[in-house]
């Protein structure tokens, strides 16, 4: 027992991921006809990671077009940063979920290199 306790002592580290907020978006009208609009929040917790990727999927998990600023966005640590999405009207009904994916950087990996991805469900009426 002891043994165990000592080798999770050891070898437990904690893991960092960024957050992406609202957890529930809700898509609105936007100034240009047409479009919908919805923003979310982005804020990187670790220290190893600054590009994240930015997708939009259907319930069955394939991508829907959408657009926005950069679809790899640079967000230093400890940064916040707040992305607005555009998705066409005819395409909104379809949409369920918005993910954002970290992604190293080849040569720059410092601790185990591992990517994140969080993804928001998107809030029905």
Same mark, same amino acid.
């Not at 609202?22 to 979310?40: A, E, H, R, W």
């Not at 991508?63 to 679809?71: L, M, P």
């Given at each position: ?12 580290? =904690?893991?960092?991921?960024? @957050?992406?907020? =609202? &957890? %529930? =978006?809700?898509?609105?009208?936007? %100034? ?14 670790? /220290?190893?990671?600054?590009?994240? *990727?930015?997708?939009?999927? /259907?319930?069955?998990?394939? *991508? !829907? ?7 790899? !966005?640079?967000?230093? %640590?400890?940064?916040?940063? &707040?992305?607005?999405?555009? !998705?066409?009207? #005819? /395409? #909104?009904? *379809?949409? @369920? ?19 994140? #991805?969080?993804?928001?469900?998107? *809030?029905?009426?």
């Amino acid at each position: 027992m002891k043994y165990i306790i000592l080798f999770l002592a050891l070898f437990v580290s =904690p893991v960092y991921s960024h @957050e992406m907020t =609202p &957890t %529930y =978006p809700v898509f609105d009208q936007s %100034y240009v006809s047409g479009l919908s609009k919805t923003s979310v929040k982005l804020f990187n917790r670790r /220290d190893d990671v600054r590009f994240y *990727k930015i997708d939009v999927y /259907d319930r069955e998990w394939n *991508k !829907v077009q959408f657009a926005t600023e950069n679809q790899l !966005v640079i967000v230093n %640590y400890l940064e916040t940063k &707040t992305i607005d999405i555009y !998705v066409r009207n #005819r /395409d #909104r009904i *379809k949409i @369920e979920f918005i993910c954002t994916e970290s992604k190293l950087v080849k040569g720059e990996v410092k601790s185990t290199g591992v990517s994140s #991805r969080i993804c928001s469900r998107i *809030k029905r009426d």
